[in-house]
């Protein structure tokens, strides 16, 4: 396997219940770049980034089968560590999704359940995930207000820190920016072309110009199929498959 | 045209249904409490809230009901206690264990809805013959174990109400930090739903110093206030229920003013409650 491959999916299936939902997808994630999983609603994007940090053993409808390799090692059918593997993700979902706490507790939380830290470590640490997204200066004389009072921009930034916190290397991001206003979307577009130096950075979206802003490396899904993959000057420029240059023609809207 | 016309008439007849049906409900609730404050004020006195009955009490002579209002306020806290001590952990188990197990939470949530229907009548018969079988005699014990059986389901479902309303997002952020089930169903869930189990408790309370027929055979009654688990206890509704089927008039006004106690301890749970679940409002968050 190639070294500069961070995840590597062969030969995944998945169903809930009866139905087959993602069909023997076998996919290639390289390190500190990101990657967008593109493709139109309902293809199964999210279902296969949630196989990623095992957010599907949560349902028991699901069953997966096939091997995920991270740095190459198997984690889907590892039974035991499964908050650790989860640690090494950062999860940003469609809409953001603080905890019923203050902004302060929002990122310890992680921190926490990690192990149990001095309150200056601690202090240190919310500081410095703040500054990365780039949420410090709003909020650093309110850390102990509840996260509900940020508004929906600035929870999605709380969130990314919080994802952070938990000290990962990959950073799951389903439409991060679906649920935001334009200048909050170019925030965390802008926050993720920095991160990617020292994180590997997944993206889920059906929006093409953002896919094309922001990618390094492309996987095109339809219906639960990966259709295509590869650099994203390459995929863009010169696809290959027909369903990859209807998409990109914008035939599917 | 006619139509037109057809349709203004039927608005105009089920909004005169709706504004009547509220009146009628207001006007009730208007009239039960003036008619208790109208009767019960008169007789309600410093001596009848701090003192025990005395000899002649139940003639009309000196003497008040403490014994019923530290009686009711002892069982009701213990069994609102012992009730949430079992609720909680079956709303989460519920709620984050078995959510995604849609049978099993729904015939759960259909034998608590039959458990909340069935009379307390029955619930104080119940506890009467486990009583007889263990040569029980009637104590505030059995009086708080009787009396949380019969509000374990309203507290649950309540609760159960609360949990529900949790986005699965919520739980997949808190698992993608790294969180176990039991760090998200006690850091996250009642954090998030802690309005509703307040709300939960206020209502399991209401329903517990309300409630006559089950401690009628279970906790006893008696003049004295209990100094321990195994005594008989005194309670308001029964104080209410003895005085109201007394001849003398005297004594049947005092039962108006038992009423008002009782009256005022709900309200005062229910604003306090008020107050509490409002503070907690402000850090669940609005999905």
Redesign the interface.
């Known amino acids: 396997m190639n070294e500069t491959y961070k995840i590597k999916v062969e030969d995944l299936n998945l169903y809930i219940d009866k139905k087959h939902i993602l069909k023997n997808i076998n996919i290639q994630i390289p390190k500190n770049k990101i990657t967008v999983i593109l493709g139109p609603s309902g293809c199964g994007k999210t279902t296969l980034m949630k196989c990623l940090n095992r957010l599907t053993d949560l349902y028991p409808e699901i069953t997966v089968s096939g091997r995920i390799y991270i740095d190459n090692e198997e984690i889907l059918n590892n039974r035991n560590g499964i908050t650790k593997l989860r640690k090494r993700m950062g999860l940003l979902s469609q809409r953001p999704y603080p905890l019923p706490m203050s902004i302060y507790k929002n990122i310890s939380f992680g921190l926490k359940i990690s192990q149990r830290r001095k309150k200056k470590f601690l202090d240190r640490r919310i500081e410095h995930y703040l500054k990365q997204a780039s949420l410090w200066d709003e909020v650093r004389d309110r850390l102990k207000e509840p996260a509900s009072c940020l508004s929906i921009g600035q929870q999605q930034r709380l969130c990314l820190a919080r994802g952070l916190a938990v000290d990962p290397d990959i950073i799951l991001a389903d439409e991060p920016t679906s649920a935001l206003d334009p200048m909050s979307s170019q925030a965390i577009e802008k926050k993720f072309m920095e991160l990617k130096q020292s994180y590997t950075i997944v993206v889920v979206t059906h929006i093409l110009r953002q896919a094309v802003r922001m990618a390094d490396y492309v996987i095109f899904m339809y219906l639960g199929e990966v259709i295509e993959q590869g650099p994203a000057k390459e995929l863009f420029n010169y696809p290959k498959e027909e369903k990859t240059k209807a998409y990109l023609k914008g035939v599917f809207y | 045209m006619i139509k037109g016309l057809f349709k203004i008439i039927e608005e105009g007849f089920f909004r005169l249904i709706m504004f009547l049906s509220t009146c009628i409900i207001v006007f009730a609730l208007f009239l039960i409490v003036y008619s208790i404050l109208k009767k019960g004020i008169p007789s309600l006195s410093l001596e009848m809230l701090t003192q025990t009955p005395k000899g002649g009490f139940y003639f009309g002579k000196e003497g008040g009901i403490l014994n019923a209002i530290i009686g009711s306020l002892y069982l009701s806290t213990g069994a609102t206690f012992l009730a949430l001590i079992i609720s909680l952990p079956v709303a989460l188990y519920m709620n984050v264990y078995l959510f995604?197990?849609k049978k099993i939470v729904n015939a759960v949530r259909f034998l608590l809805d039959l458990l909340w229907g069935i009379p307390s009548i029955v619930y104080g018969a119940f506890g009467f013959t486990i009583m007889i079988l263990l040569g029980m005699k009637t104590s505030l014990l059995a009086g708080i174990i009787v009396i949380t059986l019969l509000i374990i389901p309203i507290m649950v479902r309540a609760m159960d109400e609360g949990f529900k309303t949790v986005?699965l997002?919520?739980?997949?952020?808190?698992?993608?930090?790294?969180?176990?089930k039991y760090?998200i169903a006690f850091?996250?869930f009642i954090?998030?739903c802690l309005p509703f189990v307040i709300t939960a408790l206020l209502l399991s309370f209401g329903r517990a110093i309300g409630d006559a027929a089950s401690v009628l055979f279970t906790a006893g009654f008696t003049d004295r206030i209990p100094t321990s688990l195994t005594q008989q206890t005194a309670t308001l509704p029964l104080s209410i229920f003895f005085q109201l089927s007394s001849p003398i008039p005297e004594v049947k006004n005092r039962a108006y003013a038992a009423a008002v106690v009782l009256t005022f301890i709900v309200l005062l749970i229910s604003i306090l409650s008020r107050i509490l679940s409002g503070t907690y409002k402000?850090?669940?968050?609005?999905?």
């Open positions: 995604s197990r986005p997002g919520l739980t997949e952020s808190a698992a993608s930090l790294g969180a176990t760090e850091k996250v954090r998030q402000k850090s669940s968050i609005k999905f």
